[in-house]
C-alpha cells in the first residue's frame, strides 16, 4: 500500500479543503508554457545554429532552462518563488541574445508572468473576502448554517402531476 501524505494522515471528517492560490496556478501555468517554448526554442537553435554554437551547449542550455521553468512551479508558494519567476522571464528575454525572436517571445511571456501574478493577487484577495464574509453570514445565522436548501424538497411541487399535460394555467390554448 501506498504511503499516505501529511494532508492525508491529518485530514478528519468535516474538514474544509484548504483552496489553492490562483496566482500560483496562473504562475504556474505560465512557467510551464514557457519551459516548452524554451524546449522548442533550443531544438531551433540547434537547427540554426549548431555550425556557430556547440550542439551540446545548445541542447543542455535549452534542456537545463526548460527543467528550472518546471521546477520553479514547485516553489512558487515560497516568499521568493515569485522573485525566482522574474529572474526566469529576465532570463527568457535574454535569450534574445541567441535568437533575436526569443525578444519578442520573452517579452510578451512577462507580460503574461505580470498578469498573471496580478490578477491572481486580486482574485485570492477577493475569495478571502467571500469566505470572511460567509463565516461571519454563518455565525449570526447559526439555523441556517449547513442547512442549505433544507426544506425546500417538493416545495412548489404539489399538484404538479401529469393531469392536464400542463395545458392548464400555463398560458397555452388547448
Not at 512558487?76 to 532570463?91: D, F, I, N, R
Not at 535569450?95 to 533575436?100: D, K, M, T
Request: some cysteine; overall charge positive.
Amino acid at each position: 500500500m501506498a504511503r499516505l501524505t501529511k494532508a492525508q494522515r491529518e485530514w478528519r471528517p468535516g474538514m474544509p479543503k484548504k483552496r489553492r492560490s490562483t496566482k500560483v496556478m496562473f504562475a504556474s501555468t505560465v512557467l510551464l508554457l514557457e519551459a516548452f517554448v524554451v524546449f522548442f526554442a533550443a531544438l531551433a537553435v540547434f537547427g540554426l545554429r549548431r555550425a556557430e554554437i556547440s550542439p551540446a551547449l545548445i541542447l543542455s542550455v535549452g534542456i537545463g532552462l526548460s527543467v528550472v521553468l518546471i521546477l520553479a512551479c514547485a516553489v512558487l508558494s515560497k516568499p521568493w518563488g515569485v522573485a525566482l519567476g522574474w529572474v526566469l522571464q529576465v532570463v527568457l528575454i535574454l535569450s534574445g541574445f541567441v535568437e533575436p525572436m526569443m525578444f519578442l517571445v520573452g517579452a510578451l511571456f512577462a507580460l503574461a508572468w505580470w498578469y498573471g501574478i496580478r490578477a491572481g493577487i486580486r482574485i485570492d484577495r477577493e475569495s478571502a473576502q467571500r469566505v470572511r464574509e460567509q463565516a461571519e453570514w454563518d455565525a449570526a445565522h447559526p439555523e441556517a448554517a449547513g442547512n442549505e436548501g433544507a426544506g425546500t424538497e417538493g416545495a412548489g411541487t404539489e399538484g404538479a402531476g401529469t393531469e392536464g399535460a400542463g395545458t392548464e394555467g400555463s398560458g397555452q390554448t388547448p
